[in-house]
């Protein structure tokens, strides 16, 4: 894999020219690729600009043909075993093609709104990269591989559901599967990942070693906090997340840098509840909810967890929403999914989040760890000892993994997986005896301040990806309690989400589709897919409350604006004012689906379209229309 990269521009060619090996020169006309050992690196005459890269991304084919990203700047995150991690810090999307002369007008207005998406996609962040380690596998995975996986280029052996760009990578894999030996461009496909990583070098009791958390972002049914819930006919669900927490210790004698003498890892993950459901953004601030047929969720969960199962072994499901009010019907939908499933496999608990930690009883969590701790006990954790290089011991393996869930999969599981993780890394220490027999990882301060800072950070991460906002209850997590000022800050992020998940989060929905391949640019396409066709009425509306709200405001402040000469008068003006206000909020909640902002490119059903299927459930009238057994009786 070439590390480093100088990237010539000329009028015909992009030249790639690695510091060892034959440069890949990109022909701008016909977008072929060509691997050139001599003379490769055009003269100084031809040259356009010259610039150092970090690697290229991927090729992605619009209106106007393919335009190639590159990586021109990243930072270290930290290093594994002797392998450095890279935060990508920004990119440049390079057309090939030398002007947009063959496009219409609207064409080339379109051209620019989705360059606009893949900028503002690529510009929200979260992608890290190694060159000589696999960030998608958990070290339990990479210690299956065998001696002739291990000679695969990097690209072949990743995890494909964190293969964030291998769509855009499919341009050059494609062009080294299909031609012979001698144009391999393997060493040009860099898997990048989206998610979060953290390396640290930690001290406990007069010890070092390397603690972490590498969390990947699922490809598969990508996007946005309410254009993406639920799961698919092919098993994959909304928001799933795999995060690994890793320790590395050289013993008590061990010196920076710490390779990893002995390692543990244990790994959780998170996903949307696995049923047909999806919440319709409608203004208002808890959308309506629509839970779908049970049959056809039946089959889909079934798909979920056979994948679940094959890469993880049996699942500890950990349902975290209210068993009362708006949630219960997916509280429900879960419970007999997994009732009808009646796999020995599966293990589900539903633990009331918001119920048992009320009036900021957060404390209260561990309650959860007691129950699951006979299943955290059998599940155990992934201990690999290299201690004796001639004789390298697989000692320990996590046999089970925990899936937790709330709605959004983000605030209240962050908090859950940190409680969990902390109770397994007090075990994996003792193990390896940095703690002693009877000690905690909580009695140490210093450290824990890093522990929890680190998981808040993750969370930030995760929920910034999903929802447009840091996470809800970080507070907690970065302090061990739950403060006043936490809360504020949650009703800041709350409505912040709310104003982004109504009327921002259908472009970032497009930019997931787009980079994804979820939705691909037609060549002849002649239809723009960002017109509106919204009805005028609608168009309008908004213009008209601004217009009234500034008015009423002006001459609630300004009562001699208007020249108004008596109160009855001016009573009157201000109630006509706020009569047009009060219309015009009516009017745009009775018909909120339409003032939203949907996304363009990939279709997303609304709510007459949810409402023709049934099953649509609105606050106050959310009774499932069939009754499981109850998620209790589960336990």
């Known amino acids: 894999m070439h590390q480093k990269l100088k990237l010539y521009i000329t009028k015909d060619t992009y030249v790639l020219e690695p510091e060892n090996g034959a440069s890949l020169i990109v022909r701008r006309k016909t977008g072929a690729f060509e691997l050139e050992t001599d003379n490769a690196v055009p003269p100084v005459t031809e040259q356009e600009t010259a610039l150092s890269i970090s690697g290229v991304m991927g090729f992605i084919q619009l209106q106007a043909g393919y335009y190639m990203v590159v990586i021109t700047d ?162 994959h669900v909304s928001n799933y997340v795999e995060t690994e927490q890793l320790v590395l210790y050289d013993g008590p004698d061990g010196t920076t840098p710490i390779v990893g003498k002995k390692q543990l890892s244990y790994v959780q993950t998170r996903g949307s509840i696995p049923v047909y459901w999806s919440q319709i953004i409608n203004l208002k601030y808890t959308p309506r909810l629509w839970v779908g047929e049970s049959r056809k969720s039946l089959a889909a969960a079934r798909a979920h967890f056979d994948e679940q199962i094959r890469i993880y072994g049996p699942q500890i499901l950990v349902n975290l929403i209210n068993k009362k009010g708006y949630e219960l019907p997916m509280g429900q939908a879960y419970a007999r999914t997994v009732e009808q499933l009646n796999d020995p496999r599966l293990y589900y608990t539903h633990f009331d989040f918001h119920n048992e930690c009320k009036n900021m009883r957060w404390d209260r969590i561990q309650l959860l760890v007691d129950q699951l701790q006979e299943q955290l006990v059998k599940q155990g954790y992934f201990y690999y000892d290299a201690s004796d290089k001639s004789n390298t011991i697989i000692r320990k393996t996590q046999e089970s993994v925990i899936r937790s869930n709330c709605m959004d999969c983000l605030d209240r599981t962050n908090v859950v997986q940190s409680t969990i993780a902390r109770w397994v890394l007090t075990q994996q220490l003792r193990q390896v005896e ?73 472009k970032r929905q497009d930019g997931f589709d787009l980079i994804l391949g979820n939705y691909q640019v037609p060549q002849e396409q002649k239809a723009s897919p960002f017109t509106t066709g919204k009805p005028l009425r609608v168009r309008v509306v908004p213009s008209i409350l601004i217009f009234g709200l500034f008015m009423l405001l002006l001459n609630l402040f300004r009562p001699g604006y208007s020249g108004v000469q008596s109160w009855i008068s001016y009573l009157m003006l201000l109630a006509f ?47 499932p229309p069939e009754s499981g057994l109850s998620p209790q009786k589960l336990e």
Request: charged share 20%.
């Open 74 to 235: 990243s930072e270290s995150a930290g290093s594994i075993r002797g392998h450095d991690i890279y935060r990508v810090g920004s990119f440049q999307i390079l057309p090939l093609a030398r002007s947009l002369a063959g496009l219409t007008e609207i064409q080339k207005q379109d051209e620019h709104t989705y360059v606009t998406l893949l900028e503002n996609h690529l510009k929200a962040g979260g992608f890290y990269f190694s060159y000589t380690y696999d960030l998608t596998q958990s070290l339990q995975r990479q210690a299956d591989f065998n001696s002739e996986s291990l000679t695969q280029p990097l690209w072949k052996r990743v995890d494909e559901r964190f293969f964030w760009n291998r769509f855009i990578s499919s341009k050059l894999i494609d062009a080294t599967l299909t031609q012979d030996s001698k144009q391999n461009f393997s060493d040009f496909i860099l898997p990048v990942m989206q998610g979060f990583v953290s390396i640290e070098n930690v001290r406990v009791n007069d010890k070092k070693f390397v603690w972490g958390l590498v969390t990947r972002r699922s490809r598969f049914r990508p996007g946005t906090r309410f254009f993406s819930r639920g799961i698919d006919a092919e098993g």
């Open 434 to 506: 940095i703690l002693g027999p009877n000690e905690s990882i909580e009695g140490h301060k210093e450290f824990m301040f890093t522990y929890r800072n680190v998981w808040a950070d993750n969370a930030d991460a995760v929920s910034t990806m999903y929802s447009g906002t840091g996470a809800l209850k970080t507070d907690f997590t970065r302090t061990g309690q739950r403060t006043k000022q936490g809360a504020l800050q949650d009703l800041s992020n709350s409505l912040t989400r709310y104003v982004k998940n109504n009327f921002l989060d259908g």
């Open 577 to 623: 004012w706020l009569s047009v206000v009060v219309s015009g909020v009516r009017f745009a909640i009775r018909h909120g689906n339409q003032f939203v902002e949907w996304p363009h490119l990939v279709h997303q059903p609304d709510y007459d379209q949810f409402e023709s299927m049934g099953g649509v459930l609105e606050k106050g009238t959310n009774f």
